[in-house]
């Protein structure tokens, strides 16, 4: 595979990607917000890059003569109001790593992130994809406690980091508390990252697809595959106060089946609150970050996928 890029500290605080990507040179994607230990400065710098988004100052900066009226432009959106800290940092990177949605774009993107949530690690894939999908079986084989996540975006218009490469992998690693390291999830992630870096640029792809590799035995790979089908908020008041909690009994309880009539809210004053929609699977199960976007959980439905690897 071409160029494969290595991304960490898109988010400030999830300290995993930014102190991998500190150890090997990797990109930083918010390095403000990362030195703050923040998640972002002005706004979410992972909800920046949809191309309408990321397009906004281009035309602004080729039309501008002088390098002041250049530099304003740059710093302003269409509508003349200041740009956010991470817009221009979105459209920085989509520069550096070659352009979304060009030929010259990145092959492969390995976005690494921290949730809060007991999600092990997730490979989150934002396209069904056979490249991926086999790289991923190969890596729930070899480490434990994987899951793949499905979040099929249409690509263009995703907000994503990953989406500026043609295939990317959302790597989100927990239970962390933001701002903190687990040496535990390090190492994992690490070695993690780096057998995907090595299957990415084998000639792994062709081997598998053409089948034409001789001396290696087939292995069958029953890959049990999350994906996502909607968000769910906390209750709340007319006022949009949250009026209950994650219930005990779900808290930490990523992946696992939810069913109808268990629990999934415990009010303040004690009440619980049984789950009424279908059978599913939820994630990011009170992830932190995602109070202020109004989700308390992701449901996900689950399949299981079989590959015929060729070890
Ligand atoms: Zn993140």
Redesign the pocket.
């Known amino acids: 595979m071409g160029k494969v890029v290595v991304v960490g500290g898109?988010?400030g605080n999830?300290l995993t990607?930014v102190y991998l990507a500190k150890k090997y040179g990797w990109l930083i994607a918010n390095p403000k917000a990362a030195e703050l230990s923040k998640?972002y400065v002005d706004e979410d710098l992972?909800r920046c890059f949809a191309m309408s988004k990321l397009s906004d100052s281009h035309t602004k900066q080729s039309d501008c003569g002088s390098s002041l009226r250049g530099a304003l432009a740059a710093n302003q959106s269409k509508d003349g109001t200041q740009k956010s800290y991470e817009l221009r940092r979105a459209q920085e990177i989509n520069e550096i790593l070659g352009v979304k949605g060009s030929a010259n774009s990145p092959d492969l993107i390995l976005?690494i992130?921290?949730?809060t949530a007991n999600m092990g690690i997730t490979l989150i894939l934002s396209a069904r994809d056979e490249f991926l999908l086999k790289i991923a079986a190969i890596i729930a084989s070899e480490f434990t406690g994987i899951h793949i996540y499905l979040q099929p975006e249409e690509r263009a218009e995703s907000p994503y980091l990953g989406t500026i490469a043609k295939r990317d992998i959302?790597i989100?690693a927990g239970s962390q508390v933001h701002g903190t390291l687990n040496a535990k999830l390090f190492l994992e992630v690490e070695a993690v990252v780096l057998r995907i870096l090595e299957l990415a640029n084998t000639d792994f792809l062709a081997c598998q697809t053409l089948q034409h590799c001789t001396g290696g035995s087939t292995i069958v790979i029953s890959l049990p595959v999350y994906t996502e089908t909607c968000n769910v908020d906390y209750p709340r008041d007319e006022n949009g106060n949250i009026t209950a909690m994650i219930h005990p009994n779900l808290q930490g309880k990523d992946f696992c089946e939810l069913k109808k009539a268990m629990p999934v809210f415990l009010s303040f004053d004690g009440k619980e609150i049984l789950w009424e929609g279908e059978d599913c699977y939820p994630a990011f199960i009170n992830e932190q970050?995602y109070y202020e976007k109004g989700i308390a959980m992701s449901l996900t439905k689950r399949e299981i996928l079989e590959f015929n690897l060729i070890k």
Request: aromatic share 0%; glycine share 8%.
């Open positions: 898109t988010h999830e990607g998640r992972n976005d992130h921290n949730t959302c989100e970050a």
